[in-house]
């Protein structure tokens, strides 16, 4: 089946540590992307990716990083610089930046 | 700065009536939009998309309407159906200018009621 792949769906992490959230996706896209919601502020985007080895910062990049080493895979790092974490966190790709972008399921971090 | 902007956080409407969902832009460059529906802890699906050089497209239950010069597009849901009850999100980006990245609006959250 072809798709993306966000995991795990929830994930706890205590304060000050660094957690890594997955995104794999199967339908040979180009560009990848990040996006975090919050409740009344819609999708507000982190980082993006055209292509692999390259990728971009969002409206709201700070303490986050990311890499695409691979063309099927975009992990988000979500660092202890980010002063609110607790979110609902969700992955995208498309064919390009133009395209039709198809949503993981999301992964909801939350952070005590 | 949001760029894409939806102003009514929530719609409520009976069941075989007409939603009509809206969105405004400020960026002049984006030219591609799009809308997405979604339910909870869940991704946004695409719904239905339209370019500028278009002011309409049809897509069965589903309509949306381009208006360049207000920078304005809508979306109709005609009849709505309980199952349409989703939040909608709204999103633009640029063909013609490379770089730009899907940008949402924060969301219509739509009831339909029986």
């Known amino acids: 089946d072809g798709g993306i792949t966000q995991s795990p769906k929830y994930l706890f992490r205590k304060e000050g540590q660094n957690v890594t959230l997955s995104c794999e996706q199967n339908?040979?896209?180009?560009?990848m992307y990040w996006y975090r919601q919050d409740p009344g502020q819609g999708l507000r985007l982190i980082y993006y990716s055209q292509i692999v080895n390259d990728f971009q910062k969002g409206d709201i990049a700070e303490g986050y990083s990311v890499s695409r080493e691979k063309k099927e895979s975009f992990p988000l790092t979500v660092t202890s610089a980010q002063k609110n974490p607790t979110a609902f966190y969700l992955c995208?790709?498309?064919?390009?930046?133009?395209?039709?972008?198809?949503f993981g399921q999301g992964t909801r971090l939350t952070v005590v | 700065d949001q760029q894409v902007k939806q102003n009514s956080p929530s719609l409520s409407v009976q069941e075989g009536r007409i939603s009509i969902l809206n969105c405004d832009y400020t960026n002049s460059m984006f030219d591609y939009f799009l809308w997405y529906k979604k339910y909870p802890a869940e991704g946004p699906t695409f719904l239905i998309s339209i370019s500028s050089i278009k002011d309409k497209n049809e897509d069965g239950r589903f309509t949306v309407f381009l208006n360049k010069s207000a920078k304005h597009l809508s979306l109709h849901i005609v009849p709505s159906q309980p199952g349409d009850s989703a939040v909608y999100f709204c999103a633009a980006t640029s063909n013609s200018n490379s770089g730009y990245a899907l940008n949402f609006g924060k969301g219509t959250s739509l009831l339909v009621t029986p």
């Open positions: 995208a790709s498309s064919i390009d930046l133009v395209s039709v972008a198809f």
């Open positions: 339908l040979n896209h180009d560009a």
